[in-house]
């Protein structure tokens, strides 16, 4: 449906480019939010500052940096343990905050001394730490402190320091997006390529866009150490200063959070060839994948498996009891930006969930593009979503749980509507195998936690008010008192017993209760068997048919042509032969009286041929115009069949795969033909050259692409290699058409990333 005006808004009309209703049959061609815009003045934002976006989301997570924020102390405490982001080397980024402390007169007078004295005074406080980034804020910027002199001074005068400036005010954008923007670019500017790493593994890669929240990076790390793959770099998280110099020397950019640290991998592919791979790191399905492709780009497919089989063994069976109490269940996801995309489909296909709404703070287009692919019919998507929007939102679409931050989340339970922290998780980690089933639980304690139903529930209609008998203190009487705790305890019992409910139900309860319906079950599947059965014996053949019709039927016009024009090439042969052998002889020795002798001999040859002709003419003619139309009506057939395959591939490839909607128009053309040439090759059985790294991260995509359709689309097996590629041909050009020329993306065409 077209955009949609929220009855909040009708105030500022100008919010209804910014939020979506999905229905069926529509795309990102036709409609696609607004979005990485200035805030409309009257709406409430949620959004971070610029600044925020450098320091708390990148640059804060290093373990080993002095992050020294020159402005005033309000800024540096704001962005000081808001979240979890620990380390393994006693979390010295959690426990300190540096600031220059500015004050009204160094606004008034400059703040260039104040800061130097703030840098040397850190490095003093601390001797072993020798690296520290430097931010500029809203109130430095607008009077013009020239940080990087400064910087300069001070690495001269100690001599074996670094120090790294973020020049990112708070004003310097729209949202904390574009400190991310200003701190990839600078870093890669400024720093990578200025150290070098010590290699310890034929496989290397750098982790972008992970900030190991409640210890994610831990478990990536863990699985990259028994597949004996080395991660150069973290971007950012439990990562240090120098190790993110050294990015250069990594094979691999594995790159989990695209929006605040794609731009990064994309220079890195431009400056130094190293190709990006997108991978899901939320979700179980999705784990099993990201390591797919990571094992097949480096040719280390079983060492992946063994990791994936022994994680599956450990975690599955936990997931599936949160599935069964899960499914069904509304959700919205209200957080910054590609957790709406990472976990919509995890949410959807690993528990069952019903993702009804979403609300991205500092997302763009492009991140409205791949969840919306994602999403499912009627989900609600919204651009810089405001408070009042939210209200009217959850009376829509009534949900079951809230995934966001804690400060929408305040705003969640005194609804009394069940909320798990979206930003910095409740009890993570959520990555991985392990974090997708600590995130189901997170989910399944919130809904079905007791205190949402004593919240919701007013006891004061049940129960007089307590007297105090006169007695002036204000005290109840213990009677009553008594009464009014009983009916808690009665309340709290009652609650109780439905969170209960579940766990009783997996022992005493549903084993009788399975022993009671199996006898009642097996006659009606008894019943049901031999009525199913034929049904599905008239369904095979149905469902068989287009490919019998896409190779008998195109072979059947060579079939019907030549049995019929044959015999009638033998007739005609014996005949005309004769008369050819009698003309030899006769014309080559009167060659000069060739006229007045052949041409009688020519007209009884003509006389006897004519007939003959006339007599074949009327029975090919009427098979050549019986067949003309069947090959013409077959082509279109084949035509039309390929289209709908291709459809159903396009459709899958939207939904799960990410290299289709990278940044740029030049990447997403590169990617599609680069991934979906090598998924030719593999399906067809051709010999795959992998020359260089980027063709290997084509490969890692493909192999896992057509893994996928192998098993999805059972169609394929019978196609012929000419179809599979025609197939493939025509994905191609569905998904340049959907994600480039008729994309909304108003990014694409920028010249820059």
């Known amino acids: 449906m077209p955009m949609k005006l929220f009855k909040c808004d009708e105030t500022i009309p100008e919010r209804e480019k910014h939020i979506y209703i999905k229905e069926k049959g529509e795309d990102t061609t036709q409609f696609l939010p607004s979005a990485h815009v200035e805030t409309i003045p009257g709406s409430l934002s949620e959004r971070g500052c610029s600044y925020c976006g450098a320091k708390l989301v990148i640059g804060g997570v290093l373990k080993d940096t002095i992050q020294l924020i020159h402005g005033p102390v309000g800024c540096a405490y704001d962005t000081w343990h808001t979240k979890r982001y620990p380390s393994d080397n006693g979390n010295f980024q959690l426990k300190y905050v540096w ?12 703040g260039e001394k104040l800061l130097k004295k703030a840098m040397l005074e850190a490095f003093a406080e601390f001797p072993d730490i020798k690296r520290m980034m430097v931010y500029t804020t809203c109130s430095t910027a607008l009077i013009g402190d020239d940080i990087k002199p400064v910087v300069k001074e001070v690495e001269k005068e100690l001599g074996d320091v670094d120090i790294f400036t973020v020049e990112c005010p708070g004003f310097a954008g729209v949202s904390q997006s574009k400190g991310h923007h200003v701190f990839n670019m600078g870093w890669m500017t400024d720093k ?21 929240i409640q210890g994610d990076t831990f478990v990536l790390e863990k699985y990259m150490e028994k597949m004996g793959v080395q991660i150069i770099a973290h971007f950012t998280g439990n990562g240090t200063y120098d190790s993110l110099r050294g990015m250069h ?10 929006r605040s640290a794609g731009y990064i991998a994309n220079e890195l592919k431009k400056k130094y060839g190293i190709p990006r791979i997108d991978v899901d790191t939320w979700g179980f399905d999705y784990a099993k994948e990201g390591l797919r492709k990571i ?8 060492r992946a498996e063994a990791v994936i089989a022994e994680e599956v063994a450990k975690y599955e069976s936990k997931l599936a009891w949160y599935k069964e109490r899960l499914a069904g269940k509304k959700v919205c996801i209200w957080t910054g930006g590609p957790r709406l995309w990472h976990w919509t489909k995890a949410l ?15 997302g763009h287009q492009e991140d409205f593009e791949k ?14 979503g405001n408070e009042l929007e939210f209200f009217e939102v959850l009376e829509m679409v009534k949900p079951d749980l809230v995934l966001t931050g804690p400060r929408v989340g305040a705003l969640v339970k005194k609804l009394h509507l069940p909320y798990v922290n979206g ?5 993570g980690p959520y990555m991985g195998f392990e974090g997708a089933v600590n995130m189901a639980r997170d989910m399944y304690n919130a809904i079905y936690s007791p205190l949402m139903k004593l919240a919701k529930d007013d006891i004061r209609g049940q129960q007089k008010l307590p007297s105090t008998n006169g007695n002036g203190n204000g005290k109840a009487t213990k009677e009553v008192s008594e009464e009014v705790v009983s009916l808690i305890q009665q309340q709290v019992k009652e609650a109780t017993s439905q969170v209960k409910q579940p766990a009783k139900e997996v022992a005493p309860q549903v084993q009788p209760q399975a022993k009671e319906v199996a006898p009642q079950v097996q006659p009606q599947a008894k019943e049901v068997a031999p009525q199913v059965q034929p049904q599905a014996k008239e369904v095979a053949p149905q469902v068989k048919q287009p490919a019998k019709e896409v190779a008998p039927q195109v072979k059947q016009p060579a079939k019907e042509v030549a049995p019929q024009v044959q015999p009638q090439a033998k007739e005609v042969a014996p005949q005309v032969q004769p008369q050819a052998k009698e003309v030899a002889p006769q014309v080559q020795p009167q060659a000069k009286e060739v006229a007045p002798q052949v041409q009688p001999q020519a007209k009884e040859i003509a006389s006897q041929v004519q007939p003959q002709a006339k007599e074949v003419a009327p029975q090919v003619q009427p098979q050549a115009k019986e067949v003309a139309p069947q090959v013409q009506l077959q082509a279109k057939e084949i035509a039309s069949y390929i289209q709908e395959r291709a459809a159903e591939v396009t459709k899958l490839i939207q939904e799960r795969c990410l290299w289709q909607f990278h940044s740029r128009a030049w990447d997403r053309e590169e990617n599609i033909n680069g991934v979906l040439n090598m998924a030719a090759q593999i399906l067809t059985g051709e010999k795959v050259v992998l020359e260089t ?61």
């Open 295 to 302: 094992g097949a780009f480096f040719g280390i497919e079983d």
């Open 693 to 753: 790294l980027i063709h290997r991260g084509f490969y890692a995509d493909a192999k896992i692409l057509s893994a996928d359709l192998e098993i999805r689309f059972s169609w394929l097996n019978s196609m012929e290699n000419s179809q599979k590629k025609a197939v493939l041909e025509s994905v191609k050009a569905m998904l340049i058409d959907i994600v480039i020329t008729k994309s909304k993306n108003g990014e694409l065409h920028y010249s820059l990333y």
């Open 249 to 258: 020397r990594a094979q691999l950019n594995v790159t989990n959070c695209a």
């Open 371 to 384: 969840v919306i692919a994602r999403g499912e019919e009627g989900t609600i998507y919204i651009d810089d």
């Open 192 to 212: 990578v390529g200025t150290y070098e790493p010590e290699i310890t593994s034929p496989y290397t890669i750098n982790v972008i866009g992970d900030y190991n």
């Open 99 to 110: 600031s220059s402390d500015m004050k009204e007169q160094h606004v008034v007078f400059g």
């Open 423 to 427: 930003h910095g998780y409740h009890n």
């Open 348 to 362: 959807e296909d690993d528990l069952g969930m019903h993702v009804v709404a979403m609300s991205s703070k500092f």
